[in-house]
Every structure is written in structure tokens, then in C-alpha cells.
């Protein structure tokens, strides 16, 4: 089945900097890639998604890139806020309706 | 414009006990999905429904695992005889359609603890 690896675990950037989240995945059939942001004490919120006829998606400060032929995606989120601080999930769907979650970046943002 | 809603947002049960979770997605939406997620991990796949129909249960962890969706809105997961490895926070999603690359969109989540 598909396994998905997230990198780093924990991210700590100065307000303003960029961010960078990586994320494998080793099940070629995989054909969409949702974003997760998730605050303690809620559920995950979708922030973006991209799927697989697509290489690059960007939305106001975040994007995300996929290459397929590495079998790789990351989220980028430049001038980073406070407010940005949470953890954040990768994940992968094969098409059959069951998402696959990375572990997960704790990201935090000091003022 | 309601979200997915989920109840109880906490659960405390003695071991042995049998726990029910709802489930209330968004209005309209044909497909629903559990997930279980145990601290500082990511969700896990528990089971998936279109309608009123269970189309995939390969992630329930054991058959003491049940859910169901009669009238193909409102959800319910049953755990019997719960056991402290149940420990976790569910989660409910949904999704619009039943095609692939739908995107789901998740409630808060019932935090079960097991004493």
C-alpha cells in the first residue's frame, strides 16, 4: 500500500522567513496531494491541494510542487505570520478514496 | 454554512465499555469518512461510505470496530468492549462527490480516553 514520509518533524522560522515542507510517497498511482493545517484541539483544515496533471499550485503565500517522477511534493509558505504556526500534513490519495498522512511538521513561527 | 460536526468532542469510558460517535457532514455531501488519530501522529483510514452504502472498511482495527450511515447523512462509529489501545481522537470527514480527488473536509474530532 502507499507509504507517505514528511520532512522535517519540527520547523522554527522568524516571522517573514519562508518555509519549506517535504513529502515522498512510493505509490506511483497516486494522483492527488492534499495540504493540512491543524491547530491543537481541532481537526485538519485543507489549505491546498494539487493533483497530478499539475506540477505547481499556488495560493496567496502558499504553494505547493510536485514531481512525479521523483515521487515527491512539497509546500512552500513564504513571509510566514505567527498565526501560521501549527502542524501541518501531507497526504496522498491512490484513488480510491483513502487519504495516506505523513507524520506531520510542527511549525512555529517567532515574532 | 455548518461544517463537519462531530459529538461528543470528549469521551471518557471505563475498558469493557461500549462508546458511540457521531457524525454530522456537511449538508449534501455523498461521501464520508473515519479516521482515527493517536497523538502526534497523522490520521489513519478507518472506513469510507457513499451514501448510505460502507464501500471500504479495510482500516477498522478489529470487528469490536462498527459504523454505519442508514439514511446517507449521519454517521455513527461503535466501538464495543473498548480497550485502552482505543485511546485517540476520531475523526470524521466529507466530501462532495464519489469521484477520486475529491477534497474531504474534516470535523473536530471525538478525543476518546479509555481508563
Known amino acids: 500500500g502507499e507509504n507517505v514520509e514528511q520532512h522535517p518533524s519540527t520547523l522554527s522560522v522568524q516571522e517573514g522567513d519562508s518555509a519549506v515542507i517535504k513529502c515522498t510517497y512510493s505509490d506511483s498511482a497516486s494522483n492527488y496531494f492534499p495540504w493540512y493545517k491543524q491547530e491543537l484541539g481541532k481537526g485538519p483544515q485543507l489549505i491546498i491541494d494539487?493533483?497530478?496533471?499539475?506540477g505547481e499550485k499556488k495560493d496567496q503565500r502558499i504553494a505547493v510542487t510536485l514531481n512525479k517522477t521523483a515521487k515527491h511534493f512539497s509546500l512552500h509558505i513564504t513571509e510566514t505570520q505567527p498565526e501560521d504556526s501549527a502542524v501541518y500534513f501531507c497526504a496522498a490519495d491512490t484513488g480510491f478514496q483513502k487519504l495516506v498522512f505523513g507524520t506531520g511538521t510542527r511549525l512555529l513561527v517567532s515574532p | 454554512g455548518a461544517g463537519v460536526s462531530q459529538s461528543p468532542r470528549y469521551k471518557v469510558a471505563k475498558r469493557g465499555q461500549d462508546v458511540a460517535l457521531r457524525c454530522d457532514p456537511i449538508?449534501?455531501?455523498?461521501?464520508l469518512f473515519w479516521y482515527q488519530q493517536a497523538l502526534g501522529q497523522g490520521p489513519e483510514f478507518l472506513t469510507y461510505f457513499q451514501n448510505e452504502a460502507q464501500l471500504d472498511k479495510s482500516g477498522l482495527p478489529s470487528d469490536r470496530f462498527f459504523a454505519e450511515r442508514p439514511e446517507g447523512s449521519v454517521s455513527t462509529l461503535k466501538i464495543q468492549r473498548t480497550q485502552q489501545e482505543d485511546s485517540a481522537v476520531y475523526l470524521c470527514a466529507s466530501s462532495l462527490g464519489t469521484g477520486t480527488n475529491q477534497p474531504q473536509h474534516f470535523g473536530d474530532g471525538t478525543r476518546l480516553s479509555i481508563l
Open positions: 494539487i493533483r497530478s496533471n499539475v
Open positions: 449538508s449534501g455531501h455523498v461521501s
